[in-house]
């Protein structure tokens, strides 16, 4: 008996691979034949395989090899040296995983050339690269910042590092060379100067150099010759002789130096870290849902042209029938052509996707990656991948089509008529079934956070849409009975040609939907931030923060003339923080807080907070009022000062009468709070805390006079009299100036203010715009341009595949005297149906979404504690602008470009 079967399996196997041999032999036939509906195939599958596939080799070509890596930092040394510990070390086999032992100090004390070269071999040669050294030059009335590069472009050791492009390598110290991003950052050129920030002597611009590891702007420094120099990361790249005896690695590893050579150490002394991070499983299966989102709208896109093609080869795949082919063999027909034309489409995709890398390599590096590639190659695994998803979205588009090919009427075939599929009806209940189950899908995820299963429902919702589409088109055909001539025949055409139409319709509606719900949760968020903030000043006044490392900064009044001078009718004042008595060590800090008397602290704990009853009741109590009204403020906040009075009014914008009463309050030794729960008689208590050490230690405490501001910004800000510091056993020093402003200053006036300050030292403005300064207009235009561009491309190919399907009809319309513009019109009408439909479809339906998944958000909100802000509903007026005018433009351009001559043809039925 298995004998028997199996050679009946193996018939079957070789019938079908013959018939596959056929129907792929067919499909190549008629893609010659139907040349522009094969072109318009193609486009639509290789456009996005060329995207993906220059994407690809671009990755791969900037992903360096560890040889490419070692051979562009070490360039024509040896090794590189960096002196990172007093005491031993330890490090992997090629010094990318580094550690110091338990209780080993850092090496805080400068390298020089001599304590290495008792290190080294006889005959080693040295040079030392300070990576990152900040240098800020003054260009177009601004201070611009770009990267530094410290090192000797003539030693031959370092010749490697960098190309000279143009003149020649800087050597004075009056000299410079930049890179091309950094003579556009500069506005500058070969021999032009350009002027320090720090308001130091102009430098010249003697070279144009290139640095492979860093194309962003970046300006090449001679050496300075200052040993203690600290500035940025400094190592030492070695020459080392021929004769260089083993064990190297490991001697310099027992002084605290890290070793990378070329060749790994023979005994490394850490196991390898792991560099890169492996995406989680929702990481994955995000992206995954959202590449499936992309190749439901490229199949949705590219399925009409099948469907056309399939009517219009009606009385072929009649006469295969005829011929004894049975419904598999149909179907194998159809599906053909999209194998044949997904494999079309990947190999075009591939090639000018890979050609296209190769040939826009040198920008992709510059404006793109930063850095240039390492060797030219591609990316094999990748490519497979992105081949097999664009035959499977051709294989896709194909399938609806496949099944009605094989459904149709033999009889009605031969004959050239045209059968109506039957439209069943328990398509649009399974797609009204996939909506619901997408949208609780959908609320489910927003509610848990989970954005995998957000994603999940959207795609189900979305399917669910597709399958509603067709019945939809019906409904809409079957009310056009009422409307004129063109817009009848529209619909009737949409209708009769659902398999074509709704695809279409679909489509739109994917690309507007996403782009709406997108939008409105943009516009929310955005709403949710900006309602969130609190200033940390009043608006319009600014701080000038010093660098925070000890440095002294200029006194009050040369700050204040060159304010006056920018700002006319700003006052200055000094502030000053709490610091640590002396001595205290590295990473340590001194803070005060001020204590909350009993009673007065909000009474319920976290497990009580999960009860909407007690929420509800510690809204209301105002001994939890910092948990309900809090915000994010930004800017440079000042949350405990020590002043007597004079940087009051500039940081916390309390009236005169209030700063007055305080004024007082601090010259009696006393503080000022901007909470009245923390204030008992008229009385504060003070807790200083050393932070930072192994354990934090208590300096001092105090209860001193007190008062509360009641106007001002609402920010928590404690100010420390300096009798009330001296009593908590702390020290003063000075972080900036306080500048209270007669007028919001404009962005062109901090910028020359930040200029002329930065002659005084290392001084940064910052100004209070009360809000977080982020603008999303142009990622909602982004969002509804690219929707546009697909309902407008949607709605050619479907107007398109509609004429040359409608061609008898217009003939027949010209034929009893239709007007020459009838054609335009009715063109003008498919437009209309297409994107019209899809885009209202798509708004409605992007609308929902966003609001299902926001009042989702709102209700995980309304749980939390502390007190966050909902997210408000918000219409993305832009976005819906700009969709609102996409139909009518692809109307216009089906008008614009539609031949007015109705062709009068002789028909043989």
């Given at each position: 008996m298995n004998s028997e079967r199996h050679p009946a399996r193996v018939r079957r196997l070789l019938a079908a691979l013959r018939s596959w041999r056929a129907a792929l032999r067919i499909a190549r036939r008629?893609?010659?034949?139907?040349?522009?509906?094969?072109?318009?195939?193609?486009?639509?599958?290789?456009?996005?395989?060329?995207?993906?596939?220059?994407?690809?080799?671009?990755?791969?070509?900037?992903?360096?090899?560890?040889?490419?890596?070692?051979?562009?930092?070490?360039?024509?040394?040896?090794?590189?040296?960096?002196?990172?510990?007093?005491?031993?070390?330890?490090?992997?086999?090629?010094?990318?995983?580094?550690?110091?032992?338990?209780?080993?100090?850092g090496r805080s004390r400068p390298v020089t050339a001599d304590e290495l070269t008792a290190l080294l071999p006889a005959g080693s040669r040295l040079a030392e690269v300070r990576w990152w050294v900040p240098f800020e030059a003054r260009a177009g009335g601004r201070r611009e910042t770009v990267d530094g590069r410290l090192l000797d472009l003539t030693d031959p050791l370092l010749r490697g590092q960098g190309?000279?492009?143009?003149?020649?390598?800087?050597?004075?110290?009056?000299?410079?060379?930049?890179?091309?991003?950094?003579?556009?950052?500069?506005?500058?050129?070969?021999?032009?100067?350009?002027?320090?920030?720090?308001?130091?002597?102009?430098?010249?611009v003697v070279g144009v150099v290139e640095f492979?590891?860093?194309?962003?702007?970046?300006?090449?420094?001679?050496?300075?010759?200052?040993?203690?120099?600290?500035?940025?990361?400094?190592?030492?790249?070695?020459?080392?002789?021929?004769?260089?005896?083993?064990?190297?690695?490991?001697?310099?590893?027992?002084?605290?130096?890290?070793?990378?050579?070329?060749?790994?150490?023979?005994?490394?002394?850490?196991?390898?870290?792991?560099?890169?991070?492996?995406?989680?499983?929702?990481?994955?299966g995000t992206a995954l849902l959202v590449a499936g989102l992309g190749l439901l709208e490229v199949v949705l896109l590219v399925g009409p042209a099948f469907a056309v093609g399939v009517?219009?080869?009606?009385?072929?795949?009649?006469?295969?029938?005829?011929?004894?082919?049975?419904?598999?063999?149909?179907?194998?027909?159809?599906?053909?052509?999209?194998?044949?034309?997904?494999?079309?489409?990947?190999a075009a995709g591939l090639a000018l996707g890979v050609a296209g890398a190769f040939a826009a390599r040198p920008l992709i590096e510059e404006y793109v990656f930063g850095a240039r590639?390492?060797?030219?190659?591609v990316f094999p695994a990748a490519l497979a991948a992105i081949a097999v998803v664009a035959v499977l979205a051709g294989v896709l588009a194909a399938l609806a089509p496949a099944w009605t090919a094989a459904r149709q009427d033999v009889v009605a075939g031969l004959a050239g008529r045209r059968s109506a599929p039957e439209h069943r009806r328990r398509w649009p209940l399974i797609g009204a079934l996939l909506a619901v189950v997408g949208v609780a899908v959908a609320a489910l995820g927003a509610t848990r956070g989970v954005t995998v299963v957000l994603f999940a429902g959207v795609v189900l919702g979305e399917l669910g849409l597709v399958f509603v589409t067709p019945t939809l088109v019906g409904v809409l055909a079957r009310a056009g009975r009422w409307l004129p001539l063109a817009p009848r025949i529209a619909l009737r055409d949409a209708s009769r040609n659902r398999s074509s139409a709704a695809p279409a319709i679909s489509a739109v509606m994917a690309a507007v939907a996403g782009s709406v719900a997108l939008g409105v949760y943009v516009a929310s968020d955005s709403a949710r931030t900006?309602?969130?903030?609190?200033?940390?000043?009043?608006?319009?006044?600014?701080?000038?923060?010093?660098?925070?490392?000890?440095?002294?900064?200029?006194?009050?009044?040369?700050?204040?003339?060159?304010?006056?001078?920018?700002?006319?009718?700003?006052?200055?004042?000094?502030?000053?923080?709490?610091?640590?008595?002396?001595?205290?060590?590295?990473?340590?800090?001194c803070d005060v807080r001020v204590?909350?008397?009993?009673?007065?602290?909000?009474?319920?704990?976290?497990?009580?907070?999960?009860?909407?009853?007690?929420?509800?009741?510690?809204?209301?109590?105002?001994?939890?009022?910092?948990?309900v009204e809090g915000g994010y403020p930004t800017g440079y906040s000042v949350p405990v000062s020590v002043d007597d009075g004079d940087a009051l009014a500039a940081l916390t914008g309390a009236g005169p009468e209030e700063v007055a009463a305080a004024r007082r309050v601090l010259a009696a030794g006393g503080a000022v709070v901007t909470d009245e729960r923390y204030l008992l008689a008229g009385r504060l208590t003070l807790t200083a805390t050393r932070v930072g050490a192994p354990e934090p230690a208590v300096i001092g405490t105090a209860t001193v006079p007190g008062y509360a501001l009641r106007g001002g910004v609402g920010v928590d800000q404690l100010t420390v009299s300096r009798a009330a510091a001296a009593r908590l056993g702390l020290d003063t020093r000075q972080i900036g100036y306080a500048v209270a402003t007669a007028a919001a200053p404009t962005t062109a006036q901090q910028d020359r203010l930040d200029v002329e300050l930065r002659r005084l030292g290392r001084l940064d403005v910052i100004v209070e715009r009360g809000t977080w300064g982020s603008d999303e207009r142009s990622l909602l235009l982004v969002l509804a341009v690219g929707s546009g561009l697909i309902t407008v491309g949607a709605a050619a190919v479907a107007t398109g595949l509609a004429a040359a399907e409608g061609r008898a009809d217009l003939s027949t319309l010209g034929a009893v005297g239709a007007s020459p513009?009838?054609?335009?019109?009715?063109?003008?009408?498919?437009?209309?149906?297409?994107?019209?439909?899809?885009?209202?479809?798509?708004?409605?339906?992007?609308?929902?979404?966003?609001?299902?998944?926001?009042?989702?958000?709102?209700?995980?909100?309304?749980?939390?504690?502390?007190?966050?802000?909902?997210?408000?509903?918000?219409?993305?007026?832009?976005?819906?602008?700009?969709?609102?005018?996409?139909?009518?433009?692809?109307?216009?351009?089906?008008?614009?470009?539609?031949?007015?001559?109705?062709?009068?043809?002789?028909?043989?039925?």
């Amino acid at each position: 008996m298995n004998s028997e079967r199996h050679p009946a399996r193996v018939r079957r196997l070789l019938a079908a691979l013959r018939s596959w041999r056929a129907a792929l032999r067919i499909a190549r036939r008629e893609a010659r034949r139907a040349r522009g509906r094969t072109a318009l195939v193609l486009a639509m599958i290789t456009l996005p395989v060329l995207g993906l596939a220059l994407s690809a080799v671009s990755y791969d070509m900037a992903e360096l090899s560890r040889a490419e890596r070692i051979d562009r930092r070490l360039g024509a040394a040896d090794a590189e040296l960096r002196w990172v510990a007093e005491d031993p070390v330890a490090q992997d086999a090629w010094g990318d995983t580094t550690y110091q032992r338990d209780g080993v100090p850092g090496r805080s004390r400068p390298v020089t050339a001599d304590e290495l070269t008792a290190l080294l071999p006889a005959g080693s040669r040295l040079a030392e690269v300070r990576w990152w050294v900040p240098f800020e030059a003054r260009a177009g009335g601004r201070r611009e910042t770009v990267d530094g590069r410290l090192l000797d472009l003539t030693d031959p050791l370092l010749r490697g590092q960098g190309r000279v492009l143009a003149g020649r390598p800087p050597t004075g110290a009056d000299e410079v060379g930049l890179n091309r991003a950094a003579l556009r950052r500069l506005r500058a050129g070969l021999g032009d100067r350009i002027a320090p920030a720090d308001g130091s002597a102009e430098r010249t611009v003697v070279g144009v150099v290139e640095f492979p590891d860093n194309l962003r702007p970046t300006v090449a420094l001679p050496p300075t010759n200052q040993p203690g120099d600290p500035r940025g990361e400094s190592s030492w790249l070695v020459d080392l002789p021929a004769d260089a005896g083993p064990g190297l690695t490991e001697r310099l590893n027992a002084r605290g130096i890290v070793v990378v050579a070329r060749t790994p150490a023979p005994h490394p002394t850490a196991e390898p870290g792991t560099t890169s991070i492996a995406p989680t499983a929702e990481d994955t299966g995000t992206a995954l849902l959202v590449a499936g989102l992309g190749l439901l709208e490229v199949v949705l896109l590219v399925g009409p042209a099948f469907a056309v093609g399939v009517r219009r080869r009606r009385r072929d795949l009649a006469l295969v029938a005829v011929a004894g082919g049975d419904a598999a063999h149909l179907r194998r027909i159809v599906l053909a052509d999209g194998v044949v034309l997904g494999c079309a489409g990947a190999a075009a995709g591939l090639a000018l996707g890979v050609a296209g890398a190769f040939a826009a390599r040198p920008l992709i590096e510059e404006y793109v990656f930063g850095a240039r590639f390492g060797a030219y190659r591609v990316f094999p695994a990748a490519l497979a991948a992105i081949a097999v998803v664009a035959v499977l979205a051709g294989v896709l588009a194909a399938l609806a089509p496949a099944w009605t090919a094989a459904r149709q009427d033999v009889v009605a075939g031969l004959a050239g008529r045209r059968s109506a599929p039957e439209h069943r009806r328990r398509w649009p209940l399974i797609g009204a079934l996939l909506a619901v189950v997408g949208v609780a899908v959908a609320a489910l995820g927003a509610t848990r956070g989970v954005t995998v299963v957000l994603f999940a429902g959207v795609v189900l919702g979305e399917l669910g849409l597709v399958f509603v589409t067709p019945t939809l088109v019906g409904v809409l055909a079957r009310a056009g009975r009422w409307l004129p001539l063109a817009p009848r025949i529209a619909l009737r055409d949409a209708s009769r040609n659902r398999s074509s139409a709704a695809p279409a319709i679909s489509a739109v509606m994917a690309a507007v939907a996403g782009s709406v719900a997108l939008g409105v949760y943009v516009a929310s968020d955005s709403a949710r931030t900006d309602a969130s903030y609190l200033p940390a000043m009043p608006y319009g006044h600014a701080m000038v923060i010093g660098p925070g490392d000890g440095t002294p900064l200029p006194p009050v009044p040369r700050v204040a003339e060159m304010v006056a001078a920018t700002l006319p009718g700003s006052t200055v004042a000094r502030v000053d923080a709490p610091a640590c008595p002396a001595p205290f060590g590295d990473g340590e800090w001194c803070d005060v807080r001020v204590d909350l008397p009993a009673g007065r602290a909000c009474p319920y704990q976290v497990e009580q907070l999960r009860d909407a009853a007690v929420r509800a009741r510690a809204r209301s109590d105002p001994r939890c009022s910092g948990w309900v009204e809090g915000g994010y403020p930004t800017g440079y906040s000042v949350p405990v000062s020590v002043d007597d009075g004079d940087a009051l009014a500039a940081l916390t914008g309390a009236g005169p009468e209030e700063v007055a009463a305080a004024r007082r309050v601090l010259a009696a030794g006393g503080a000022v709070v901007t909470d009245e729960r923390y204030l008992l008689a008229g009385r504060l208590t003070l807790t200083a805390t050393r932070v930072g050490a192994p354990e934090p230690a208590v300096i001092g405490t105090a209860t001193v006079p007190g008062y509360a501001l009641r106007g001002g910004v609402g920010v928590d800000q404690l100010t420390v009299s300096r009798a009330a510091a001296a009593r908590l056993g702390l020290d003063t020093r000075q972080i900036g100036y306080a500048v209270a402003t007669a007028a919001a200053p404009t962005t062109a006036q901090q910028d020359r203010l930040d200029v002329e300050l930065r002659r005084l030292g290392r001084l940064d403005v910052i100004v209070e715009r009360g809000t977080w300064g982020s603008d999303e207009r142009s990622l909602l235009l982004v969002l509804a341009v690219g929707s546009g561009l697909i309902t407008v491309g949607a709605a050619a190919v479907a107007t398109g595949l509609a004429a040359a399907e409608g061609r008898a009809d217009l003939s027949t319309l010209g034929a009893v005297g239709a007007s020459p513009r009838m054609r335009r019109v009715l063109s003008l009408c498919q437009a209309g149906v297409i994107a019209v439909l899809g885009s209202a479809l798509g708004i409605v339906v992007g609308l929902g979404t966003a609001v299902i998944i926001l009042v989702a958000l709102n209700r995980r909100i309304a749980a939390a504690w502390p007190v966050q802000e909902p997210y408000p509903i918000l219409v993305p007026w832009l976005t819906l602008g700009v969709l609102v005018v996409v139909p009518l433009v692809a109307m216009a351009g089906a008008a614009l470009f539609t031949r007015s001559r109705l062709a009068v043809e002789r028909r043989l039925d």
